[in-house]
Every structure is written in C-alpha cells, then in structure tokens.
C-alpha cells in the first residue's frame, strides 16, 4: 500500500485483497499484522470493512498488530482498532529531529508521536513498537543520542532501529545520498544497544529490542523459519516450504489478482540456508533439538569442520542449553557467519 | 592439381593491431571463392575463439586459394598469417621467410605505427616484395594522401600504384589480388635440390601428433619419406602431407615453393620449433635455412590453483595447452602461501593473460597468479651465478655481489609534441636514451635501452594514456645489466608470504613498498582483526598500512519479503569468498598476488 493514497484504488484494492484471503481459508491464525507500507491512510469506512474480515481470522488470544505513521492516528481511529481486537500498534517515527524528518520526506512531528501514543493507550492498547533510523545522510552521534532519549521517555515495550539502507530507484538513492559506512553504522549501534539494554530493554533480534515477554510473536514466525501467509500488493508468503512473492504492480494486482510466483522447491542447502539466515538473526538463535527434529540429522556433526571456528573466533556460541546461537560479535557480523555455515 | 612454380605467390599481411589484416583476409578467401560467403566467420583465420574476441593473432595459419586472374591464368596463393603482437616478433619473422610478398596494410585513418614499421624492416629484411595496401577508405577521416606520404618517407617504399581498399566493404580488393599476381615474385628454389622446407608453425593433434606448416624451399617431400630435422637432429617417417584451403586437403607431398601441412607421428611439440628446417634423412641438405631462434620466455609468473585440490588437473591442463605452444613452459614449484603450483614462463604478458584464460575458460581451472617477474642473473660472492625467476628464490643478500636484470632495445614512435612525454615515461622507468630519430614533420621515433622488468606491466597503457593512443611500442632483447636491486618482502600480520616477494630497483623501494601496502589494504577485505600490512627489505620495514578489523557486517531488515532476497545475496558473497585464499589467517583475494606490480604513477 505504498505510494499516493486515493479512496476509489483503495476500495477496488481492498475487494481484491478480500478474495485473495479468503483463498486461504479461514484461519484461525496466530498472529495477523497490517504492514508492509501505512495500512493507517485507509479511511474510517475502509478501515471498517478491512478489520470486519480481519479480526474474526484470529484465534482467541493471538496478536493482532496495526502499521502506521504517527500524524495518521487520532482517538477515533485508536478506539476503533481496539474495538476490533487490534492490540499491538507499530509507529514509523522514524526520528525526532526536524531536520532529519524533512530529509526523509516526513510529514510528523515529536508532537504526533506524542498524541498518537496517547491515544493509543486511552484506547486500551499499550503493546506499542516505535520505529527509528539512524544513520541518516548528515547525522551525528548527538542526534542519535537525542533520538534515543526521547524514545525512551515513552516507556513502550518494543523498540526497532533500523541502519539506513539506500535501495536503487528510490528517492535518497537519486538524491544520491549513501549508507553509513559499516564503521560508521556500528558506533550508532552500539551506542544504542548499551543505552537500550541498560534501560531494560532486551535485544532478541539485530534489530529489534523489547521488554522481556513483548517481543513481537509475529515477526518471531520470519525470524524461526515457520510458514506465514502473506496477502496484497508485493507481500511475500511462505508455505509448503516454499516462499512466494505476489505481483508488485497495482495495475495488475486489481486486474488479475495476486498472481503469486513460488520460488523452486527448495534444496536441503536452501532449507539450511534459510533455517540459519533467519534463526541467527535471534539472540536465542537455534536449539540443538529443533534442528535435529527439522532436518534429521545433528547442526553439531553436519558442521562439524564449520562451526567450531566460528567458536573459536567469537562469533557462535553452542551453549549449555542446547542453543547455537550468535554472540554480540556475532549478531554485528551475521553475514559472515552466514557465509561460513553455507 | 598441381601449380607449376611460376603461378605461385606466397605472400603475408603485415599490419598494426585494428589496421584491419583479418577483415581484409577474410575479403581475399571470399573473392577467390575459398570459403563461401554464408560460411565465413569474421577473422577465419584466427582460429581461437579468443583470437576472435580480442582481434589478436596468436596461433599462425595459413591457406592455400586460387585465384583466376585478369590474364586469363589460375594462380596458387599462399596467404601466410602473422601475429600482430609484440610479444610474438619471432614468429612473424618466421612467417615472413616463409614469402615472396608482404602485403603492408596501413589504416588511411591513422598512418604509420612502430609496430608497422618494425614488421615492415623485417620484411624488407627477408627480400620480400612489400605492397602498400592503404585500408579504411570508407571513413570519413581516411586521408589517402598524408597515408602514401607517410608510407613513402618513413618506409621508403612508393606509393604511385598503392592499393586503396575498403576491407570491411570490399571495395579494391579485386586490385590488391591483381597486384600479388604482377608483383610478388614466383618462388625461386630448386627441384633437384635436398629438401629443405621452413617450418613457420605447429600445432598438436591426437591422432596425428605434431602438424607443422611449412614452406618448402627446395626439393619436395612425400608421404613415406624419412625426414631430419636439423635443429633437433631427430627422424621421422612422414605420415600426411597436403595443404589447407582452410580445410585439410591431402596431397600427398609438397614441392618448391609451395605451403602445406606435415605430419610424421612426432610427440613433442618441442622437437619443432618454429624456424626449423626440414630435409631429408637419406640426402640431407648442408646447411639450415637461416634465422633459427631458440624462443625463450621473457617473464615468469607462478600459477596456482585456488583449490589445492586443482592441482592435478592444472599440470595436466598445461601439459595438454604446452603440446600446442612451444613457447609455454612451466615447472612445478611450491609456494608457503599458496601451496603447490608451476613457475610458467611467457613470452610476454598478453601470452601470460592468453594462457591464463585459456586454463580458466577452456579447464574450468580458478587460478591466482602471482605477480610476473622477468629473469635476474644472480653472482655470488662464492664466484658462481645463477639465474632466477623466482623473487622468493634470490639468496641472502649477504651471499650476493650482484645482480643483473634483462635490458631490451625499444622503439617507440610518437607524434613529435607527445616526445617528452614519452621520453619522460622511459627516464622514469630507468631507462637509457639512446636516440631519437626524425621521420618527418609529424613523427618522431625515440630509442631507449630499458630494463624489462619497467616495461612488462603497465607501461604500454601508461605510454597510451601520455600520448592520447598515439605512440606504439616495439622492443627486443638486448643484454644483461647490472643494476641496484633487492628484494621486497610483503608481511601480512607479521608473516612474510612468499608469493608476494618482488625484486625492485633500490633507489625506488620506498614508494613501490608504499603503494603496494596500500594498494593491498585496498584489495584485502577488512578480517575479523586488525590486520598490518608490511613491506620489507632485508627485514627492515619500509612501509606499513593497517587493515582494520571489519565491525558491523549485517542486514539491519529482514522481515518476510526481504528473507529471500537476502539469501540470493549471501550466496554471492559465498561465490566471493571462494575466490579468497587463506593465507595464515588472512582471507587474500586472488589479485592481491598482482598488486606488488602497482608501481604506478598516479
């Protein structure tokens, strides 16, 4: 749902997202999240009509989670999401920094942040996620540090903080503004996961910290390999083992649908690979005994010539606990990890 | 059927690179009807894929046409390919003695270039009837007459009745066959005498063993004949003669004059070297046809597989490409860093970078070479001397009195207002005004004596760039000279890798030492620690930069629709990464092996 909002392409969307749903039964499912862009630009009537098929989709106790910008949502909008069961909501803030904000083509303020924060807690949902960037073109280490106060003084349960990340054909990409550099990205990051652990925050993935028992149960389904179902323009899906993409043009969405493309039926190695590339992400990693349960065979004598440098460099470690899991190095240098275990 | 000598004209074309020699052999097959047109391939004569694809003449060929003259007459052409590369003067000035006629090919758009001019000496050399063929009249910046004039003063050779082609259209080429029939000379040597036929190239066959063209001088040889080569002094019994048209005709033997095939079972190709003369065993002609060379390698480089475990199939790759290149050589050696590999030797570095795609392309091999390194004669203080190729091989330095590098004589032509640029790249690179010549008002050819070693990499670009891609270069083997050199050791984190060794002019240690622990701390990616990159002499550091460890290395998103997009990436990182080879504990990329050579000015 990215790009100009306009009321008439939103109902023809929503009637085709509607079918593409119900192609995939009726659920009940675990968790449901409206993502993937700002699901809070919908109308009240549209919003309405979104959550009249959503919400019955969800087993009794599940997370049902909300994406939105901050100046999108106001009381009525809050009550209303409550009022269907919505209970988690993540805000883009993004940054505080005016400066910053504009740079990114924002249009909210710390004051929205504010009011959305408040509206959501009057209306009985305080399972909150804010979102911020850093390593912005021009940014320095005090606006970070500024960044980080203010989001702290929200006291939410769930902090995500994302290093930019500048993809062709977008607008920072043509304005020609670059990444940080990895030196430049870590000293932001590592500044923030001592200024956020030390303010009680856990960081049980790269990029994401919470209070103990709050991390996201959705996001966790990515992040343990499991099956999802992705529904919409663009979304991804992954089913039987095999993920999926949906068509990411509009035109074609609404005239013909979803058209999902599956990826070939996968290896062993793509199954490993993709078992390590999303379970390492966690600062728990992997237990011992699922993987042996998936696979059929034992992570300790599969990688027996692998792992144990990695070990030994400070990167994995196999724990007690029957866990392989990253250390903080690790988790810093994932990639490398990866590669290693390929 | 058979020619008798008058009707046959053997002749050459010699031209600069991108003069158009190969399109306007193609035009010549066409128009004698030798290859039809829906068959012919552009530059047929160059056999290799990569001969094709970078415009370069490696392997000599030659075909045999007839073309039915404006007289009324059939005549048997010889076109004899040349290469055109410096790296391979020895061969084309066997392929010369191997005609009467040289047609010299001069692009109307650009004129005269020293590698022309060199080529055109040795034909001149060889008596060949030179015939100027000015090319590229089609082009809107040919200028026929600067073209004639510039053949006329420089060369010496008139240009009244010059041939005016278009290759690539076609247009004169019916001049130029005419002009072969009227000028080249008729073959002159004698039935009656011993055979002696020139052997100009070889090639390996499986069936066959060793095919050698040749050029028959005097007398005939025949299928079931024992022949002698003179220079091995070995017999052989000769199992197939004919010519090619390109394709093999058999014919059963060759008499004066004519150029065809041989085969006699012989296994090694080094048994026929290009230049060889061949007679025969029962009635052995006195003396050998004259300009035998023994070609020897100009640089060594060490290859080694990226896999060890390539290393079988890497000796057996050279094996099979040295059955086909006489001047290819290789020896097993091993190396610390990178293991078991074979010091190969090269004529130059375009033969270097053939062969080693050839391994990589044609045998799937993944190789690292090692920076390449001409051959130092070595004296000892024990009075003995040795030579070496090998930077790592030089002994302690306390054991040496001195050391001589290889010195050739260059030739470089350049318009006159590039002269002291290019007199200022030889000083730079060491090397020994000799003398300058004046051709005429536009041109000018400046002579150096310059070390090998400053000339094999890297300068033909640098001499292009300083003269906008107006000056050529032509060199050849003079002498040994004493000069100031030592050995410069690489240490990655402490320890020296001998694959990284080179031997530099002391005088420019320091900043050739600088720029290459730079130019590696640029190449090495950042390793899980701080990593110092060293140069030395004689244990003593000279430069120094460190690689600092790498800190963050992680995809910040990774929710449903980025898992598979980063997966692709990471398996490209994997196909990376096995391009590295562990060294110590360092992860090196193959062309880190080149950098040692980044000696450049910039």
Redesign the interface.
Known sequence: MKGYYREDYADRYLAVLFNEIASYGKGPYKTIYVG?GTPSVLNLRQTKTLLDVLAPMLEKGGEFTFEGNPESIDEEKAHFYAAYGVNRVSLGVESFSPRLLKLMGRHHTGDDVFKAVSALRKAGIDNLNLDIIYGLPGETMEELQSDIKTLLSFKVPHLSS??L?VSPHTSFYNKGYEEPS??A??AF?EELLSTLRQAGYQRYE??NFAWPGFESRH?LV??QDLP?V?VGI?????LGGR?Y?NTKSLTSYLSHGPEPVY?EEPSLQ?KL??YF??NL?LAKGFALGDFATRFGFSFLDRYKEKYPKLVE?G?LEVGENGRVSCTDRG??????V??AL? | MAFSKDKIRNFCIIAHIDHGKSTLADRILERTGTVEARLLKPQMLDSMDLERERGITIKLNAVSLTYKAKNGETYLFNLIDTPGHVDFSYEVSRSLSACEGALLVVDATQGVEAQTLANVYLAVEADLMVIPVINKIDLPSADINACKKEIEERIGIGCADACLVSAKTGQGVDGVLEKIVELVPPPSGKDEDPLRALVFDSHYDSYRGVVANIRVKDGKVKEGDTIYLMESKKSYLVTEVGVRTPDEVRTGELGVGEVGYLAASIKDIHDLFPGETITLDANRAKEPLPGFRKVSPMVYSGLYPSDSKDYENLKEALEKLSLNDASLSFTPENSKALGFGFRCGFLGLLHMDVIQERLEREYGLDLILTAPSVVYLVHLTDGTSKYISNPSDLPDPSKVSKIEEPYVRASLMTPKEYVGAVMELCEKRRGIYQDLVYFDDYRQEVKYLLPLSEIIYSFFDRLKSSTKGYASLDYEFDGYRESDLAKMDILLNGDTIDALSSIVYRPDAYRRGLKTVSKLKEIIPRQLFEVPVQAAINGKVIARADIKAVRKDVLAKCYGGDISRKKKLLEKQKEGKKRMKAVGSVEVPQEAFMSVLSSEEE
Do not use: K
């Open positions: 993937g994302y290093s990340t990895g030196d990205s870590a990051y790269v990029s996001n990515y992040w999802y992705g663009g979304a991804a899906g992954y993920h993409q990826e793509d690979e993709y590339l999303t992400r460099e990167l988790i810093m240098l994932l990639d490398r990866l590669v390929y």
